[in-house]
């Protein structure tokens, strides 16, 4: 490697005010990657969060609210605990109380990107980043389609991974005691950036710049403390692990687009795999 990784940048909500201009009956913080940006929101019963004519699907997840969302001809009931993937177009998302709503666009959403804390490391399209490709439509064509998050937790695992056509989540289950720093996974991503998208708890990440052939480029090791909620992007090259402090459950959500072939490829490993087909030729 001859250029030093980018710096990791994201977004402090928890201490960051508030946009109170995005959407009705909401406070708003948003955050952003090369490919995805990412929206909390704070809302108050009856907040309608809405999309005129967005380019492309996006990701909901509300967790403890329900809400009745419409996207064309169709209207739904979510119970609180799930993710819906809306479609390109029109949309409505209406909570039923006070509560947390998280959202994940593409960086298509071009007009959410431009409002993120972190909208400055990106002024310059980074080189680092594998361009975002559009993953074929989905069984059936594009609709609501919405998962109870309580229906994929599995024995052997953590993770809970759904796709679109653009997007890629790793919902993880609850860590309810501090991680087993003994036990931490530290690796790294050769073309794409991980949004690690922290709902509850307080996160230590643990960051390793790659050296370079010049020391002048070479960055110390950095541990970076989170509350909740709040997003850290870890550029690609960057070895990084994550794990949770204190006493209360770490809640975490990895966000990555496009989705990865990585994952995909793995028998079993993405909930909805039967709805969202991969690209031709992905798996050679």
């Given at each position: 490697?001859?250029?030093?990784?980018?710096?990791?940048?994201?977004?402090?909500?928890?201490?960051?005010?508030?946009?109170?201009?995005?959407?009705?009956?909401?406070?708003?913080?948003?955050?952003?990657?090369?490919?995805?940006?990412?929206v909390v929101s704070r809302v108050a019963a009856g907040?309608?969060?809405?999309?005129?004519?967005?380019?492309?699907?996006?990701?909901l997840l509300?967790?403890?609210?329900?809400?009745?969302?419409?996207?064309g001809d169709e209207t739904i009931e979510v119970p609180p605990d799930s993710l819906t993937i809306v479609p390109p177009g029109a949309s409505?998302?209406?909570?039923?109380r006070d509560g947390q709503i998280v959202r994940v666009f593409s960086s298509r959403a071009q007009d959410?990107?431009?409002?993120?804390?972190?909208a400055a490391a990106y002024a310059a399209p980074p080189g680092d980043v594998a361009p975002l490709q559009p993953w074929p439509e989905p069984v059936g064509g594009y609709r609501l389609r919405t998962y109870a998050l309580a229906d994929h937790v599995r024995p052997d695992t953590n993770m809970r991974i759904f796709r679109s056509t653009n997007l890629m989540l790793n919902v993880m289950t609850a860590r309810n005691v501090p991680r087993d720093t003994s036990r931490l996974t530290p690796h790294s991503h050769a073309d794409f950036e991980q949004g690690s998208l922290a709902i509850g708890g307080v996160y230590i990440h643990h960051l390793r710049y790659p050296w370079t052939p010049d020391m002048a480029t070479w960055r110390d090791d950095e541990h970076v403390e989170m509350e909740s909620p709040s997003v850290l992007v870890i550029p690609p090259t960057v070895i990084h692990t994550s794990r949770n402090i204190g006493d209360q459950p770490g809640r975490l959500i990895d966000v990555f687009a496009p989705p990865r072939v990585d994952f995909s490829l793995r028998e079993g490993l993405v909930a909805n795999a039967?709805?969202?087909?991969?690209?031709?030729g992905a798996s050679k």
């Open positions: 490697m001859s250029a030093p990784a980018r710096p990791a940048s994201g977004g402090w909500h928890y201490k960051e005010p508030p946009l109170a201009d995005v959407d009705a009956g909401a406070e708003t913080w948003i955050a952003r990657g090369a490919n995805f940006v990412t907040a309608v969060l809405a999309r005129q004519d967005n380019p492309d699907e996006y990701m509300n967790d403890q609210v329900g809400v009745t969302v419409t996207a409505r998302v209406v909570a039923a959410l990107a431009a409002r993120a804390s972190n039967d709805e969202y087909p991969m690209p031709e």
